[in-house]
T-cell receptor, first 109, second 113 residues
Framework: SQKIEQNSEALNIQEGKTATLTCNYTNYSPAYLQWYRQDPGRGPVFLLLIRENEKEKRKERLKVTFDTTLKQSLFHITASQPADSATYLCAGRDDKIIFGKGTRLHILP | ETGVTQSPTHLIKTRGQQVTLRCSSQSGHNTVSWYQQALGQGPQFIFQYYREEENGRGNFPPRFSGLQFPNYSSELNVNALELDDSALYLC????????????FGNGTRLTVT
C-alpha cells in the first residue's frame, strides 16, 4: 500500500543546533511533498512545498530536499529555538494526499 | 482574510447516533477537504469537494458523507457512529483542486461513547 513514513519517535535537539526530520515514501510517486507544523490541539499549518523536479527549497531557517531516487525528503530547521518545538507532518500529493504520522520535535534550551 | 473555521470545537455522541460537523473555508478558496486524525496519527483523507461536487475520496465507508455549499462552506456527516470514529476532524481549504497548500481549521474533537 502507499505509505508516507516519518520517524514516529520524538526528536530532542539542543537549542541552536540544526534539526533534521526524515520522510520516506513507498509504493507511491508523489508529484510534490508538503511539510506542515502542528501544535497540540491545533490544525496543521503549512510550511513548505517541494515538487518532484526540485532538489531543494528554502524559507528563512527552513530547508527541504526531495530525493526521488532515495524516495525521501529531509526537512531541516537551522539555528533551532524552543519555539520550534511541535509535531511536523510530511504529506505527499499526487491524485490524493497522504500524510505521515508526524515527528515530535523538542528543542531543549 | 478570514481563516478556516470549524464548529463545534468539541462534541460527545453515543454509538449509533449521527453527527454533522461544519466548516467555513478561507475566503477565495473553492476547494474543501476533510480529514480524520486519531491520537498520535497523521490526518487521514476522507474526501474533497470542488465547486459543490465530491472529486476525491479516501478509504472511508459511505456512512461518511459531505456537502459543499455555493459559498464554499462544507459539512461532514457521519451516520451510525462507532467508537473508532472518536478523533479530531479537520477541515482544510485550498485555492484549487491540485497542489495548493492546505489551510486547516483547528478541528472538531469528536468523542463517541
Amino acid at each position: 500500500s502507499q505509505k508516507i513514513e516519518q520517524n514516529s519517535e520524538a526528536l530532542n535537539i539542543q537549542e541552536g543546533k540544526t534539526a533534521t526530520l526524515t520522510c520516506n515514501y513507498t509504493n507511491y510517486s508523489p508529484a510534490y511533498l508538503q511539510w506542515y507544523r502542528q501544535d497540540p490541539g491545533r490544525g496543521p499549518v503549512f510550511l513548505l512545498l517541494i515538487r518532484e523536479n526540485e532538489k531543494e527549497k528554502r524559507k528563512e531557517r527552513l530547508k527541504v530536499t526531495f530525493d526521488t531516487t532515495l524516495k525521501q525528503s529531509l526537512f531541516h530547521i537551522t539555528a533551532s529555538q524552543p519555539a520550534d518545538s511541535a509535531t511536523y507532518l510530511c504529506a505527499g500529493r499526487d491524485d490524493k494526499i497522504i500524510f505521515g504520522k508526524g515527528t515530535r520535535l523538542h528543542i531543549l534550551p | 482574510e478570514t481563516g478556516v473555521t470549524q464548529s463545534p470545537t468539541h462534541l460527545i455522541k453515543t454509538r449509533g447516533q449521527q453527527v454533522t460537523l461544519r466548516c467555513s473555508s478561507q475566503s477565495g478558496h473553492n476547494t474543501v477537504s476533510w480529514y480524520q486524525q486519531a491520537l498520535g496519527q497523521g490526518p487521514q483523507f476522507i474526501f474533497q469537494y470542488y465547486r459543490e461536487e465530491e472529486n476525491g475520496r479516501g478509504n472511508f465507508p459511505p456512512r461518511f458523507s459531505g456537502l459543499q455549499f455555493p459559498n464554499y462552506s462544507s459539512e461532514l456527516n457521519v451516520n451510525a457512529l462507532e467508537l473508532d470514529d472518536s478523533a479530531l476532524y479537520l477541515c482544510a481549504s485550498s485555492g484549487d483542486r491540485g497542489g495548493s497548500p492546505l489551510h486547516f481549521g483547528n478541528g472538531t474533537r469528536l468523542t463517541v461513547t
